[in-house]
């Protein structure tokens, strides 16, 4: 991430670590195409379609707003909202009518943009902010605020960077995993607990609320897979630990880089069936 890039997302009070440039724009683009696949092109859970949604929030949209046009297509006539730290730039024929940009943090636009009034939302929607989510329960109380009664709130996302085998965590004791855990988590003050949204979400009054686990495959399949999204989303999650993991260590001595970074690098890259990301669906309404 270059230092105009560090800068975009602290100004908006952001720990985000990854950057905002055309390589990271088709890695979005293949993940997202990942993640489509692995839900079978069914990416929500929650019944949002009984709603008949007038107004849907996307939080964290990212630079290439995939979900927000998602959205867009599939209810033509309610007004899409997307908000995103870095600036979403596409030419103005791509945006459709009902799809409004919005710049910042969520946090703090609740309390000032009155296009997101508190009660006036329909549906809220997020995938992937773990990676500068710093209080789960502080952002869906936040959130929760905005909905409407009877709104719904649905998040997607990771408990953490831990890659698992089965129900235990790989390379637990390797370096590179304890420096992860010390220096990611504590040092960015990362809330890596999204397995326990579920809960959460109980506990701030949410009602019917459900979780479901998805395991993100890791490392290339031991055969040609005969999806195209298969092959693309393993090759984009590794290369989103990389990134991650490289700015990570960018501030230690030369030594200490290298090592982590061969051994990070010798045991992750490899093929290896078995091991995934534990990846969450969590959702319910407001009453």
């Known amino acids: ?61 990212g630079i290439n707003a995939d979900m927000t046009m998602y959205f867009a297509k599939r209810f033509p006539d309610a007004q899409i909202y997307g908000v995103d730290l870095a600036r ?23 309390n000032s943009d009155p296009r997101l009034a508190s009660g006036s939302v329909d549906f809220l929607y997020s995938r992937l902010l773990a990676s ?23 998040m997607h996302d990771l408990a953490g960077l831990t890659l698992m085998e089965g129900e235990v965590p790989a390379f637990e004791e390797s370096k590179w995993s304890r420096y992860y855990r010390e220096n990611g988590v504590k040092k960015l003050g990362l809330d890596m607990e ?3 949204a579920d809960v959460i979400m109980k506990g701030l009054g949410l009602k019917d609320v459900s979780i479901k686990q998805y395991r993100l495959p890791w490392g290339a399949a031991k055969e040609e897979s005969e999806h195209a999204w ?7 999650w590794y290369a989103a630990l990389v990134m ?23 045991q992750a890259s490899p093929p290896r069936e078995g091991l995934y990301f534990p990846f969450y669906v969590a959702w319910g309404s407001k009453p």
């Open 132 to 154: 500068g989510m710093q209080d789960w329960r502080a952002y869906i109380q936040c959130v929760t605020s905005l909905l409407r009664a009877g709104g719904i709130l649905e």
């Open 230 to 236: 298969d092959s693309e989303g393993r090759a984009q």
């Open 244 to 266: 991650f993991m490289t700015n990570l260590v960018s501030d230690e001595e030369q030594a200490v880089r290298d090592e982590i970074l061969a051994e990070f690098h010798g």
């Open 88 to 110: 979403v730039d596409m030419p103005r024929e791509q945006i459709p009518p009902n799809v409004v940009f919005i710049q910042g943090n969520i946090t703090t636009l609740v």
């Open 194 to 196: 999204f397995d326990k």
């Open 1 to 61: 991430m270059t230092s105009g890039e560090v800068r975009a997302t602290a100004q908006h009070g952001s720990v985000y670590p990854l950057p905002y440039h055309d390589g990271e724009r088709q890695r979005l683009k293949k993940q997202h195409n990942g993640l489509m696949g692995i839900m079978h092109n069914e990416p929500i859970h929650s019944p949002i379609s009984s709603l008949r949604p007038k107004k849907i929030v996307d939080v964290g949209c």
